[in-house]
């Protein structure tokens, strides 16, 4: 066998090993228990009806990182306002085998999730704290700097 063939052998092999080993790594980091206690987790959320991917991807990553231990606050501002309204049913889908948004929400809040609303939007769109779903409330300034400060991770929706 000549010397190029053998290298080419070699290499091949490496490759292969190489291959190998990065999917069952892959593998392993997607199977391993991920733990996310301890961490706080702010998911912004500033759209509703005009945007409901958005509003549903911000409810189901705010599920997520507590799924996985989170302490997490969905943050609404703007349009967002609009999903901690208790006269909002959030009878809406994205997708076809989508749970409501209003299941989604319910989820967070049943899982101890926060919702801090934005004072100078809840103002504006005439939004106060004895119409706020269950764990909702306007914030203060004070409120919005802690959060804010304290949070590891922010998403923005």
């Not at 005439?126 to 949070?151: C, F, S």
């Amino acid at each position: 066998m000549s010397y190029a063939k053998q290298i080419f052998r070699v290499g091949l092999l490496g490759v292969s090993v190489a291959i190998a080993s990065i999917g069952s790594s892959a593998n392993a980091e997607e199977t391993s228990k991920v733990d996310g206690s301890g961490q706080k987790v702010v998911v912004h959320l500033s759209h509703f009806t005009e945007d409901l991917h958005r509003c549903f991807m911000a409810v189901k990553v705010a599920n997520l990182m507590q799924d996985y231990g989170a302490e997490v606050t969905l943050f609404v501002d703007l349009e967002g306002v609009r999903i901690a309204e208790r006269k909002q049913e959030l009878k809406f889908n994205w997708g076809p085998d989508s749970p409501s948004l209003a299941e989604l929400y319910e989820k967070f809040a049943a899982g101890g999730g926060k919702v801090l609303v934005c004072p100078h939007c809840a103002k504006s769109a005439h939004v106060t704290d004895p119409g706020l779903k269950r764990n909702a409330q306007i914030a203060t300034l004070p409120m919005l700097g802690k959060m804010l400060i304290e949070a590891d991770k922010v998403m923005d929706y």
